[in-house]
Nanobody, 128 residues
Framework: QVQLVESGGGLVQAGGSLRLSCAAS????????MGWFRQAPGKESEVVAA????????DYADSVKGRFAISGVNAKNTVYLQMNNLNPEDTAVYYC?????????????????????WGQGTQVTVSS
């Protein structure tokens, strides 16, 4: 079994920054990519950012481009999300996800079903 543990959420004022971290642990495994999703009250879950280890490709939701940055260490199965210039619309529970199945050319890491394990979530609240 693989466990994902997120940290770094909290309350911040609009315009502020937060850095989320996620570390995967458990049985011997490899991840092929990791991502961050979020879900706000009354809204569907959406991808925020994703990273594919092979080639280092990153993808972002349009709403966070230029403000958020995903990074990580493949060998440590760890991923980070640097969030800058936060606004109240960023308020949500943020979830880390990891894919342990091999990825293919058609794997974009932007859909929930493309991942195998999920963290418990960390709350991010941005006040106006």
């Amino acid at each position: 079994q693989v466990q994902l543990v997120e940290s770094g959420g909290g309350l911040v004022q609009a315009g502020g920054s937060l850095r989320l971290s996620c570390a995967a642990s458990g049985r011997t495994f490899s991840t092929y990519g990791m991502g961050w999703f979020r879900q706000a009250p009354g809204k569907e879950s959406e991808v925020v950012a994703a990273i594919r280890w092979s080639g280092g490709r990153t993808d972002y939701a349009d709403s966070v481009k230029g403000r958020f940055a995903i990074s990580g260490v493949n060998a440590k199965n760890t991923v980070y999300l640097q969030m800058n210039n936060l606004n109240p619309e960023d308020t949500a529970v943020y979830y880390c996800a990891a894919r342990t199945r091999p990825a293919y050319s058609g794997t974009y890491f932007t859909k929930g079903y493309e991942y195998d394990y999920w963290g418990q979530g960390t709350q991010v609240t941005v006040s106006s």
